[in-house]
């Protein structure tokens, strides 16, 4: 089992910043893509960030030059920085990861319970 842990999120003025966290724990053998993912109220969620094991960065294209992706392997978390956020940036943000355990050769997902970021105009 493994279980992630959010902090981070909050309330912030248009063009302000944010940073969020997710830590890993639990039962696995390696991390290999970590991700946040976001959810608007009436939206379907969306992929906002992903990073591979090796470091490749994904985006949408929404928070291109914005956001930046990074995580702390010693620390089994990743982190998200938000930066000129804007109030279509509001949502709930997941943070998600793909792992693998020993005597398993399916990855495995788990999801974060979600951070709420608002954004006020």
């Known amino acids: 089992q493994v279980q992630l842990v959010e902090s981070g999120g909050g309330l912030v003025q248009a063009g302000g910043s944010l940073r969020l966290s997710c830590a890993a724990s639990?039962?696995?053998?390696?991390?290999?893509?970590m991700g946040w993912h976001r959810q608007a109220p009436g939206k379907q969620r969306e992929l906002v960030a992903s990073?591979?094991?090796?470091?490749?960065?994904n985006y949408a294209d929404s928070v291109k030059g914005r956001f930046t992706i990074s995580r702390d392997n010693a620390k089994n978390t990743v982190y998200l920085q938000m930066n000129s956020l804007k109030p279509e940036d509001t949502a709930v943000y997941y943070c998600?990861?793909?792992?693998?355990?020993?005597?398993?050769?399916?990855?495995?997902?788990?999801w974060g319970q979600g951070t709420q970021v608002t954004v006020s105009s």
């Open positions: 998600n990861i793909v792992y693998w355990r020993a005597g398993t050769s399916i990855a495995l997902g788990s």
């Open positions: 639990g039962t696995f053998l390696s991390i290999d893509a």
């Open positions: 990073i591979t094991s090796g470091g490749s960065t």
